[in-house]
């Protein structure tokens, strides 16, 4: 059979068949020097590497054997039994006694001694507060917290959002908690709160809460306030100092939201208004 043969002796099938296959290498070539070469935004993220580092892990559930209890062992656990029936018993009667003086002290009739003064810090009606955190050179934080309630109990929110430059990403936490205020005299308040935080950012992730605030006064015009809050796989710890007169104050502390393998941290600064 005749086939046509070109200038340089290859016929046309031939030749063409060479020029895709240079056009298809220098394709890939390009695509991979384009790959490297092209910003991670994700992976140089600190935002986007807390939020995966947030999320929850599935449990591995281990094969367990049974073994059958010797009688030393029910000894020892009749005996660990009761003692933790008794801290239970200790900590419930307290418990109560805390929230009961709180409502004691914004009752109507309630004597001078115990009664709350408009405009204290302790066990608020309202109150609302504000800042600004450093958290690095790229990465600021704003926090928005509000709570209301009347004694013993309270409902709060909070609005915790982080912004990062370069790469420009957002990261927003809110937590919703019910309050149980407990008094300890005038000068100190122990909350526990349950709810919990929706963690926002490539995806939506909601964890279960606790958190124990613990609130003192040091003076007429300075107040302590320790707020750590668990959940999931990410703690939440809070120091501030409050300083100002009735109704408001300024506020400084320092703040740690951390996971299994990142954290943002830094000092914050901003208000605090309460009735």
Known sequence: M????????QPPCFRMAAMMAIILMQSTISAAIAAETAPQSLDTSVLRSFEKSAIPKPEIQSETRYRAPSHTSRQENGIGDELAQDFMDMTMNLMIAGGYYSMQRVASEANDPMRRIAGEPLIPFMRYDFAYQHVSSRIGANIHRFESGYGPVALLLEKYTFNEHEPSNTLQVERQMFMYRMSVGNDAEIDLGIGKSVITGMQR???????????????????????????GAVDDFEVALHWGVKFGSLKAGYRILSSPDASLKGPFAGMAFYY
């Open 2 to 9: 005749w086939i046509a043969m070109g200038e340089d002796g």
């Open 205 to 231: 992730t909601m964890i279960n809460v606790i958190s124990l605030p613990v609130k003192f006064m040091i003076g007429e015009m300075t107040s302590v306030e320790l707020r750590p809050t668990w959940g």
